[in-house]
């Protein structure tokens, strides 16, 4: 297999760990508090979540040999619940990648669909729970990092509403769309995961919606995470649940996608659920939005990895800058050197306009486009990826057609809504994913309707 | 989109050195035509309609108390250089 002829450089994995798809970067086991929901459970986290004395590469060569001292919100809760974290997983480099071939480590195989990729940037995570190496993961999903792989690896993954889950220990790539996330075998695994981590955070400000009174208010005086348990809403009630269809999502979708999809739907329906089509004319340019604003975020965000503080160095020959330059130029893959450049780009004198405020109209439009479509609608219905899992190595060289691959994802990342993607079936190139997108903080519904799937 | 959307290899430069970001030649080439293409499929963005943009924002700083934080030895111990408990840099210029 391709990730066993390519390993990489640099993995921790000890000789006698069975890793067989390459799906870790290092292996280190920590144990949770002795008791707890999540009590023998073991987790997967990917390499961008700071772990406290464990290495943190974010699958770059910039970070090869960081270690955080302190724990990711996310990963001191999981140990609070009683999990026991068995290791860091593969990721395209940043998080900037939807095959996870860009890490500096090498690429990692799909164990659902071996000599295929297992999607990105989670894709290590994806393949750890797929494999059976953990009974559950943490992704990040910046554009759809946690449901790409989750689709092509036949598991469930869940983007939460923006908000939801703290990113603080989260290495910041593009912070106005990401959420921190689980991957799990299925969804009730998955929302027991969420229950663990979600909730406000005093360390991180984008968690603080308990003090909206708005959602208060809709959730009877208390935080969405902690007026819920998610994991009992994963009862595969839909009797009467109203699901649209996002048409734009799914008419240039590849056919056996399709099928599956439909025959996904057919399930939901018999499940008492009914259907109806959705137009979201807004969708069209949402690839271009989510890229411009991602790279620009990039651009200011990855400006911390100097050599100086953190990061490998570039020497002291020359002054500050000439120094920066040369450590950016050996740390970074190329990947992340095109996101920052664009990112520079987009943002630059005499293109802001052009690029990044339209950017932002565009999400704007988005999010009036699905407000409205959530009118008569509990939950959106699309494929998760438009395709099937890429074999290794097809999709390298030509980034704007990889871009595209995003079309179905990137949408709910810029309108910060909730997402689940659950296995809808195999074609023979692998796995489908079917997405269910809900209204802000709905993640109770996405789940109960994504458990009727199972 | 064709190659006729080719960036100049000199603007690839030009924004390397504003993200100071060296690149090799190869690079310089190679990102030179594939920021046309990219940059031409943007060029979509023209077409949004306008929209109300409603800000939907609260207030949530926190109150301003000191926590504790990172100990020095923590935050130097990723550092590739420091010398008597600070980190070690470049010239500025």
Redesign the interface.
């Known amino acids: 297999m391709a990730a066993q002829d390519s390993p990489g450089e640099g993995r921790l994995v000890a000789d006698d760990f069975d890793d067989e798809h390459g799906a870790f970067l290092t292996v280190e086991r920590v144990e949770g508090a002795d008791d707890g929901p999540l009590a023998g459970a073991t987790v997967a986290v990917k390499d961008n979540i700071s772990t406290d004395g464990v290495r943190t590469t974010c699958g770059s060569a910039m970070l090869a040999d960081y270690v955080p001292p302190y724990d990711a919100t996310v990963v001191e809760r999981l140990k609070d619940a009683g999990a026991t974290i068995v290791g860091k997983t593969n990721m395209d480099e940043f998080g900037m990648g939807t095959t996870t071939e860009t890490s500096a480590f090498g690429p990692t195989d799909n164990p659902a669909a071996p000599g295929r990729v297992p999607g990105g940037s989670s894709g290590g995570s994806a393949a750890a729970v797929a494999a059976g190496q953990a009974d559950y993961a943490l992704g990040s999903d910046t554009g759809g990092s946690i449901r790409c792989p989750a689709a092509f690896c036949g598991v469930v993954g869940i983007k939460p509403t923006y908000g939801l889950v703290s990113r603080y220990g989260l290495v910041a790539y593009a912070n106005s769309l990401e959420q921190i996330g689980p991957i799990a075998r299925d969804v009730a695994g998955a929302a027991a995961v969420l229950d663990a981590i979600a909730g406000p955070d005093e360390r991180d400000a984008t968690t603080r919606h308990d003090t909206r009174e708005d959602l208060a208010e809709a959730y009877g005086g208390q935080h969405p995470a902690d007026a819920t348990a998610y994991a009992d809403a994963a009862d595969g009630d839909v009797e009467g649940l109203s699901v649209g269809v996002v048409t734009d999502l799914v008419e240039g979708a590849d056919e056996a996608v399709v099928e599956r999809f439909e025959s996904a739907l057919d399930d939901l329906r018999a499940a008492g659920a009914t259907t109806h089509e959705v137009s979201l004319p807004s969708v069209e340019t949402a690839v271009q939005a989510y890229y411009v604003i991602a790279m620009s975020e990039a651009s200011s965000n990855l400006a911390r990895f100097d050599g100086v503080r953190y990061g490998q160095s570039g020497g002291y020959e020359g002054d500050w800058n000439e120094t920066f330059a040369k450590a950016r130029e050996e740390g970074f893959g190329e990947e992340v050197k095109r996101r920052i450049l664009l990112g520079t780009y987009a943002l630059s004198a005499g293109y802001h306009d052009k690029y990044y405020k339209q950017a932002q109209d565009a999400r704007a439009w988005l999010k009036q486009d699905f407000d409205e479509a959530f009118e008569d609608a509990d939950v959106l219905a699309s494929p998760t990826m438009p395709v099937p899992p890429f074999e290794l190595g097809e999709s390298l060289d030509d980034p704007l057609q990889m871009y595209l691959a995003d079309a179905n994802t990137v949408p709910v990342n810029l309108a910060n809504l909730p997402a689940i993607s659950v296995p809808a079936g195999e074609t023979d190139r692998g796995p489908v994913g079917l997405q269910l997108v809900g209204p802000a903080f709905g993640e109770e519904t996405i789940i109960r309707a994504g458990s009727a799937l199972e | 989109?064709t190659d006729t959307d080719a960036v100049d290899p000199e603007e690839?430069r030009h924004?390397?050195?504003?993200?100071?970001?060296?690149?090799?030649e190869e690079?310089v080439e190679r990102?030179a035509e594939?920021?046309g293409?990219?940059?031409a499929?943007?060029d979509?963005?023209?077409?949004?309609?306008?929209?109300?943009?409603e800000a939907d924002l609260?207030n949530?700083?926190?109150a301003d108390e000191v926590h504790e934080g990172?100990t020095q030895d923590?935050?130097l111990?990723?550092?590739?250089?420091s010398e008597d408990g600070r980190?070690?840099?470049?010239?500025?210029?």
Do not use: C, H, S
């Open positions: 989109m690839v924004v390397a050195g504003l993200a100071r970001v060296d690149l090799d690079e990102f594939q920021f293409d990219i940059l499929y943007f979509a963005l023209d077409d949004v309609p306008e929209t109300d943009r609260a949530v700083f926190r990172l923590e935050a111990q990723n550092a590739p250089e980190f070690k840099g470049p010239r500025v210029g």
